[in-house]
């Protein structure tokens, strides 16, 4: 994605919010093909986020939580690894990796991709019960097509 100067978040174009709703739920699908572990993910809906500096009736981010659980607990970290190898291999740049700071030391994975306009954190959540990978799915942000209104969802 690319910095505007007068953004905090990278600019991802035009396009109505249903519409970039819909292509960043193709990018996570995307992104599930790419764990290649059995497991099930969460059915979570998108959302409509502000961009900071820009006005609320004109431009708009999408956020697109969503959870994957393992089938076994002991594929979780396979899932987490398999993760950092294939996203690199398909467009996305891993910006931050390690432990976090809380008393779990979850692990933490940032990465961006320019192409799809969008950014991933995947959490490897190992002591949740059940054990899951937590993404958030996140696109730059978009302005409103003229004439047209953001939908909030």
């Known amino acids: ?3 505007n100067d007068s953004h905090d978040a990278p600019t991802a174009g035009t396009s109505t919010s249903s519409d970039a709703a819909d292509a960043l739920e193709r990018v996570s699908s995307g992104i599930y093909d790419l764990i290649g572990v059995r497991g099930k993910a969460s059915n979570d809906q998108s959302t409509v986020m502000s961009c900071s500096d ?5 431009h708009f981010r999408i956020l697109h939580p969503w959870n994957f659980y393992p089938a076994t ?3 979780l970290h396979a899932a987490m690894e ?3 190898t294939e996203l690199p291999k398909n467009g996305w740049r891993i910006v931050d990796y390690g432990p976090d700071t809380s008393k779990n030391k979850n692990i ?12 991933i954190r995947v959490i ?5 019960d059940p054990p899951k990978l937590s993404m958030d799915v996140v696109s730059g942000c978009f302005r409103i097509p003229d004439g047209q ?3 909030r969802f």
């Open 1 to 3: 994605m690319t910095k």
């Open 54 to 58: 820009e006005s609320r009736e004109t």
């Open 73 to 75: 607990a002991s594929d």
């Open 82 to 84: 398999q993760l950092k």
């Open 108 to 119: 933490r994975m940032t990465a961006d991709n320019d192409d799809k306009k969008a950014s």
């Open 124 to 128: 490897e959540m190992a002591k949740n």
């Open 149 to 151: 209104e953001i939908e």
